[in-house]
Structure formats: structure tokens, C-alpha cells
């Protein structure tokens, strides 16, 4: 502690040194006794020294309401497509002061690398971006990765500043059935958060798994789901994502009694849904439409999280917390005004302060590891009259497992666009394998052309998805020229791109720019017949195979309830 430093904050809150800043006029959010509270704020050297009447220059807040700053509890960096600066820049405009990320999507891709890229380049922002250590790199035994990180390769950075405790342990199979591996990488947390994520595991399962160490989840889709693991001792966080939409549905689980152990989180948020529709605000605006009250809603966003990755010097307005702060005109809305970071006004009127310039960092240089496949591999003999196909589920990650009959072509597995029965394929990027599962899915809507993506949760290989094998073949192919990214091809003809050269992932430009591209390559889509509000992230999640019920990677078709690979044709 620097005492000097520490006695002036004192003499400040005494009244006995004008304060740096004091806002004035707004009603403040009491997240402590849930109580909206009309009195002045009062900053000193980057802290909340004071509630009440202090001296100072003063920003009248006049008919606005003063909030804590957002904290996002779990968010992928990489799904933004953005890297830590552009992040930066899109969030704090938004209300969002502080994230915790969980770096496993890059961290299957450059390992270690990965975790020292977005740990130097978040250095210094504005923007709080604090960390999880990836559990799950590779997210199963299922899958081809580019990594393999172990618990001692994880304990450098125990000790790290902005690393908090382990992210999403996903492989909870292997949890329950008490993996070594697994207990080792918990175990380098004894007294710090571990994050789950458990789809739908109950009963002694969800006990086993709880047993083991972890201490929340944001896979619930299911009001009796959150309430079986808030009643074994979970913090819940309810996810609103680009793909995920749950929050709705959970939002009865809400009640005095449970909300300290609730958090609002987005999870997976792409470029153009930032854009257009905010990030916690957002969630903050729906919630409150939906029904919950206001400081129920901030307190989820707030507090809560900041409790539970303890973290004691944010998530409340109150004398010796940061001075991250927001201010919004409204409770229905939450249309933010300003914004302060450290007691620094950063944002006006929803904007950027024009002074405001936020560090640059160079990006590692892009890699693709590709032994391509012949055409013939995208259409292999059929071995039966009936095929296994993966059913999406609008808005969920979850997906069905459908037996139909196969569609095949001159004895060979076809795609039937009028069944809206599509070829999806998982191309190995990362060793130069070869492997290439495939399979086919129902729900994408395409009567012609290819969409491919080397965001593929978690390994993130290339995965493909048309009603074409030669533009299936295309879209690949220009994938690895782009050093990663996503494309639309139709008719031999690539019709859009987004290039993410950063490890497949993330793209060095501006939010608008990557929104702009993302819209257009939604747009390509839309015009070869698909209707999906977002089929890329709904394609990325295909190749998860830790989410019931069918996945597919490139070792072939995930059964995730037996965890195993099964055969395409048959019904087993």
C-alpha cells in the first residue's frame, strides 16, 4: 500500500481536500441494499472517496441514473472477431468497464502463444480485460487441435495479475468420472473461481461435478436446470449471445433469494450484433422488458460477478471501489451518456472522448496447416439406407439427433437440398492430417453454393457446410489463401469473405469494418436461399462436440451423450 497515496484518498473522503471530480443530480444504484439512492458521487485519484456533499469540480447528472460499471463474467474475446484494442473501443462506449474472458478458442489454436498474445496486447486498455485460464485445450479427446496444454503448462500464469482463477471446464465427462488431467489443472485454483459448463447434467452427475470444484455454469437452457444447480451451490449466469439466447427462458429463476448467484453474461457476441444491439446494455434492456426489475438486472451485471471472481475494488458505487462508473438517461433503454474509467471520463454522450488513444499492438503472424482433400472425400459411398443428421435448434446450441433416410446419388451420399439436407464437412488445419469428418445437417436452408469458416468451436478446423461438393471444395480452398477467415461460394464463384488473419479468429480491424464484412457475408448466404439469423456462429458451434447431442470434427460424427465417435449410416 502507498500510505501518502492512501492518506489523501483519506483527507478527500474527510471533505478536507476538494475532490476531483463529484457528480451531481443523478440517482445512484445502491446494489448493496437494492435501493436507487439520489445523492453526490464524489472521485479523488481515480476512486469513489465519498457519497453525499463534497467540493469539487461538478458534472450535473441532472434526471440521469448512475451505475456501477458492467462486468462481463464470461465472454469469448474471439467470437468478437476483434482484437483486445478494437474490443476496447467497442465496449466502453457501451457501459462494459471490465471482462472476464476465457482465451480457450485461441489457446486451441497457438497454445501458449495464444494466452501471451491476448495478455500483452490487452495490456493497459481501458477496457479491464481480466482472464480464466483455458481448461480445455483440446476441449475433448474427440478432436484434432493445435495444442495440448496441460497443468504445467498452465501454472506460469497462476500468479499472473489479470488471470482470476479456470475457465469452462467443458470435458465434464471426464470431470465426473475424475480425469487426472482434470484434477490437476482444478487443483492449481484451490481457492480461486473455476468456471463449468455442463449442458443438461443432473443427478449425481451434476453432484460428482460439483464435488470436483466447480463453482458455476452458463449452459442452462432450462428453468429446472438453473434451479437443480443453484440448489447444489452454483453461480448461474444467464447467457445472451449471438447464438445462445437463453435469457428468457431462465429469467423465472430470478428471486430474492437466488439473485446473489446470478450473473448476466453474453458468452459469444459477434461483431455486427455489438454493433447494432449493444453488449451488457443490451442485456440490461431485455431483461428489464421482459420483466425484471432494474436493479435486480444491474445488480446481475455488477456486483454479482464481481463477488464471485473476487474482485473487491469494483461492482458497487461505494467509498474505496474504482471509479468505473455509468451513467445512463433511463432504466428502459439504458441508453448510456457517459462513461468513466478510474474516474477519468472516457465516454460522452455515447461516444469515445476524442483524446482518448488506446495503446497499438502487433498481431503474430497468420498460419494454416492444411493437407487439402480430393472432391471425391466430400461424397464417400453410402453404407446404408439410413444416416444420422444433425438437427439445429433455433437460438440453442444444442442439437437433435435425426435418423432419416440417406440421400444418395449414383451409390454415393448426396446432399438434398429439398429436405434441407446439407453436406457438412471438418477439415484439419492445424497438423497437416488430412482428417476430414463429414456428415450431414438439417437446418441451414441453403438450395445451393457453400459456407465455410475456420472458427469452429473449440479446435477451430475448418468446417464447411453446402449443398455443392465443388464449392464445399472452393470455400476451403480460399480459406487457407485467406490465412483464415469465413466465405460464401456459389457456383465456383466466391461471393463474400471476412478474412481473420489472427490464428483463423480475429481480425486487426476496426468493429465497423468487421461488421460490415460479417453483414456481407450474412447477405451472401441469404441469397442462396438460407434464413438462419446468424448461420455462422450457428455453423462454428457444429464442431463442438461437448454439447449434445450430435456434433461433428475432424476425426468424424460425435454422439456427445455416449461420447464417442459413431458411424454416419445406421441408427446405433
Known amino acids: 500500500m502507498d500510505i501518502k497515496r492512501w492518506q489523501q484518498r483519506l483527507k478527500a473522503a474527510r471533505g478536507e481536500v476538494p475532490a476531483d471530480l463529484v457528480l451531481g443530480g443523478a440517482r445512484m444504484a445502491n446494489v448493496y441494499t437494492g435501493a436507487w439512492r439520489q445523492t453526490d458521487v464524489a472521485v479523488f485519484d481515480g476512486v469513489i472517496v465519498g457519497l453525499g456533499d463534497y467540493?469539487?469540480?461538478?458534472?450535473?447528472?441532472?434526471?440521469?441514473?448512475?451505475?456501477?460499471?458492467?462486468?462481463?463474467?464470461?465472454?469469448?474475446?474471439?467470437?468478437?472477431?476483434?482484437?483486445?484494442?478494437?474490443?476496447?473501443?467497442?465496449?466502453?462506449?457501451?457501459?462494459?468497464?471490465?471482462?472476464?474472458?476465457?482465451?480457450?478458442?485461441i489457446a486451441n489454436v497457438w497454445g501458449a502463444q495464444g494466452l501471451d498474445y491476448l495478455l500483452d496486447a490487452s495490456e493497459g486498455l481501458p477496457l479491464d480485460i481480466l482472464?480464466?485460464?483455458?481448461?480445455?485445450?483440446?476441449?475433448?479427446?474427440?478432436?484434432?487441435?493445435?495444442?495440448?496444454?496441460?497443468?504445467?503448462?498452465?501454472?506460469?500464469?497462476?500468479?499472473?495479475?489479470?488471470?482470476?482463477?479456470?475457465?469452462?471446464?467443458?470435458?465434464?465427462?471426464?470431470?465426473?468420472?475424475?480425469?487426472?488431467?482434470?484434477?490437476?489443472?482444478?487443483?492449481?485454483?484451490?481457492?480461486?473461481?473455476?468456471?463449468?459448463?455442463?449442458?443438461?447434467?443432473?443427478?449425481?452427475?451434476?453432484?460428482?461435478?460439483?464435488?470436483?470444484?466447480?463453482?458455476?455454469?452458463?449452459?442452462c437452457t432450462q428453468v429446472s436446470e438453473a434451479k437443480e444447480k443453484l440448489e447444489l451451490g452454483f453461480h448461474v449466469m444467464l447467457r445472451e449471445g449471438s447464438l445462445a439466447?437463453?435469457?428468457?427462458d431462465l429469467l423465472p429463476v430470478v428471486t430474492p433469494a437466488t439473485l446473489p448467484r446470478l450473473m448476466l453474461v453474453t458468452d459469444d457476441c459477434h461483431p455486427e450484433d455489438i454493433l447494432r444491439n449493444?453488449?451488457?446494455?443490451?442485456?440490461?434492456?431485455?431483461?428489464?422488458?421482459?420483466?425484471?426489475?432494474?436493479?435486480?438486472?444491474?445488480?446481475?451485471?455488477?456486483?454479482?460477478?464481481?463477488?464471485?471472481?473476487?474482485?473487491?475494488?469494483?461492482?458497487?458505487?461505494?467509498?474505496?471501489?474504482?471509479?468505473?462508473?455509468?451513467?445512463?438517461?433511463?432504466?428502459?433503454?439504458?441508453?448510456?451518456d457517459r462513461v468513466l474509467k478510474n474516474g477519468k471520463v472516457?465516454?460522452?454522450?455515447?461516444?469515445?472522448?476524442?483524446?482518448?488513444?488506446?495503446?497499438?499492438?502487433?498481431?503474430?503472424?497468420?498460419?494454416?496447416?492444411?493437407?487439402?482433400?480430393?472432391?471425391?472425400?466430400?461424397?464417400?459411398?453410402?453404407?446404408?439406407?439410413?444416416?444420422?443428421?444433425?438437427?439445429?435448434?433455433?437460438?440453442?446450441?444444442?442439437?437433435?439427433?435425426?435418423?432419416?433416410?440417406?440421400?444418395?446419388?449414383?451409390?454415393?451420399?448426396?446432399?438434398?437440398?429439398?429436405?434441407?439436407?446439407?453436406?457438412l464437412a471438418v477439415v484439419e488445419r492445424h497438423r497437416r492430417t488430412g482428417n476430414l469428418g463429414l456428415g450431414l445437417v438439417q437446418g441451414f436452408g441453403?438450395?445451393?453454393?457453400?459456407?465455410?469458416?475456420?472458427?469452429?468451436h473449440d479446435s477451430h478446423n475448418i468446417v464447411v457446410v453446402g449443398a455443392d461438393e465443388a464449392d464445399m471444395l472452393q470455400a476451403v480452398e480460399h480459406l487457407v489463401k485467406l490465412k483464415g477467415g469465413l466465405a460464401v461460394v456459389a457456383n465456383g464463384r466466391v461471393l463474400a469473405d471476412l478474412p481473420l488473419p489472427v490464428a483463423g479468429l480475429i481480425s486487426p480491424r476496426p468493429l465497423e469494418e468487421v461488421a460490415a464484412a460479417y453483414n456481407q457475408v450474412q447477405a451472401a448466404y441469404r441469397s442462396l436461399g438460407g434464413g438462419l439469423n446468424d448461420?455462422?456462429?450457428?455453423?462454428?458451434?457444429?464442431?463442438?462436440?461437448?454439447?449434445?447431442a450430435l456434433k461433428l470434427t475432424d476425426l468424424g460424427l460425435v454422439d456427445v451423450n455416449r461420447f464417442e465417435v459413431v458411424p454416419l449410416f445406421g441408427e446405433d
Request: a negative charge.
Open 535 to 548: 448461420p455462422f456462429m450457428a455453423l462454428s458451434f457444429l464442431a463442438l462436440p461437448v454439447i449434445p
Open 346 to 423: 472516457l465516454v460522452e454522450e455515447g461516444r469515445l472522448t476524442s483524446g482518448l488513444e488506446l495503446p497499438p499492438y502487433t498481431t503474430p503472424s497468420p498460419t494454416m496447416q492444411v493437407k487439402m482433400p480430393e472432391l471425391e472425400a466430400f461424397s464417400p459411398p453410402a453404407t446404408g439406407e439410413k444416416v444420422k443428421v444433425i438437427g439445429l435448434i433455433p437460438g440453442q446450441l444444442l442439437t437433435e439427433k435425426r435418423i432419416l433416410p440417406a440421400p444418395v446419388r449414383e451409390g454415393r451420399l448426396a446432399a438434398d437440398p429439398a429436405r434441407d439436407l446439407l453436406k
Open 446 to 456: 441453403l438450395k445451393q453454393g457453400a459456407l465455410a469458416s475456420s472458427v469452429a
Open 278 to 336: 449493444g453488449h451488457l446494455n443490451h442485456l440490461l434492456r431485455l431483461a428489464v422488458s421482459l420483466g425484471l426489475d432494474p436493479l435486480a438486472a444491474v445488480t446481475m451485471a455488477t456486483l454479482n460477478p464481481a463477488v464471485y471472481f473476487q474482485l473487491p475494488d469494483r461492482g458497487a458505487v461505494a467509498p474505496g471501489l474504482a471509479a468505473d462508473l455509468v451513467v445512463v438517461e433511463d432504466l428502459q433503454t439504458f441508453r448510456i
Open 131 to 219: 482472464f480464466l485460464l483455458p481448461s480445455c485445450v483440446p476441449a475433448s479427446p474427440l478432436e484434432t487441435a493445435g495444442a495440448q496444454l496441460e497443468a504445467v503448462d498452465l501454472k506460469p500464469y497462476v500468479s499472473h495479475p489479470r488471470v482470476l482463477g479456470l475457465a469452462e471446464v467443458m470435458n465434464f465427462p471426464g470431470v465426473v468420472a475424475g480425469d487426472r488431467g482434470l484434477a490437476e489443472k482444478i487443483a492449481l485454483f484451490p481457492h480461486l473461481p473455476v468456471d463449468g459448463h455442463a449442458p443438461l447434467l443432473s443427478g449425481k452427475g451434476l453432484n460428482a461435478y460439483r464435488l470436483a470444484g466447480i463453482g458455476s455454469d452458463h449452459e
Open 55 to 105: 467540493s469539487g469540480p461538478r458534472l450535473d447528472l441532472s434526471g440521469r441514473y448512475l451505475l456501477p460499471g458492467l462486468i462481463d463474467g464470461h465472454l469469448h474475446l474471439e467470437s468478437s472477431m476483434l482484437t483486445p484494442r478494437e474490443l476496447a473501443r467497442a465496449l466502453l462506449p457501451l457501459g462494459t468497464t471490465t471482462v472476464v474472458a476465457d482465451p480457450h478458442e
Open 245 to 248: 439466447k437463453n435469457l428468457a
